[in-house]
């Protein structure tokens, strides 16, 4: 078993802020790359999320909790298998819609991340 005192040099040394900037320096090309694709595919989804509000009717004071369920969308669709990825959007359409939201409007965005809703057309 390691001493507190070891513990407590090794936790300085990483939150020290020199060694802190070094890391995001190393890194911040990469990381700005990665964000760069990503927005772009996220931009896509929420201006498709939207058309969709408007074609539905929805009042514009609703469109942002439609535009976060099609970034949780998005986000289970990147980061999950199909199986799992279902069931999460499903619990997050079960609460936007026990909220007050079109569960047919939510199914439809769902559907612009390749998850469809059952029961929706």
Same mark, same amino acid.
């Given at each position: 078993?390691?001493?507190?005192?070891?513990?407590?040099?090794?936790?300085?040394?990483?939150?020290?802020?020199?060694?802190?900037?070094?890391?995001?320096?190393?890194?911040?090309?990469?990381?700005?790359?990665?964000?760069?694709?990503?927005?772009?595919?996220? %931009?896509?989804?929420?201006?498709?999320?939207?058309?969709?509000?408007?074609? *539905?009717?929805?009042?514009? +004071?609703? @469109? #942002?909790? &439609?535009?976060?369920?099609?970034?949780?969308?998005?986000?289970?669709?990147?980061?999950?298998?199909?199986?799992?990825?279902?069931?999460?959007?499903?619990?997050?359409?079960?609460?936007? %819609?026990?909220?007050?939201?079109?569960?047919?409007?939510?199914?439809?965005? *769902?559907?612009?991340?390749? +998850?469809? @809703? #059952?029961? &929706?057309?």
């Amino acid at each position: 078993m390691r001493s507190p005192y070891f513990r407590l040099r090794k936790y300085d040394a990483k939150i020290n802020a020199d060694s802190i900037k070094q890391r995001f320096l190393d890194h911040k090309d990469s990381m700005v790359e990665q964000e760069e694709a990503i927005f772009g595919e996220l %931009v896509l989804i929420e201006s498709k999320a939207k058309s969709v509000c408007e074609a *539905a009717g929805v009042p514009t +004071i609703q @469109i #942002p909790f &439609y535009l976060n369920f099609a970034r949780q969308c998005y986000k289970y669709f990147k980061k999950f298998s199909q199986t799992t990825r279902f069931n999460e959007v499903a619990f997050w359409h079960a609460h936007w %819609v026990s909220r007050g939201l079109s569960g047919a409007v939510l199914a439809n965005v *769902a559907e612009l991340c390749g +998850i469809t @809703i #059952p029961g &929706y057309p």
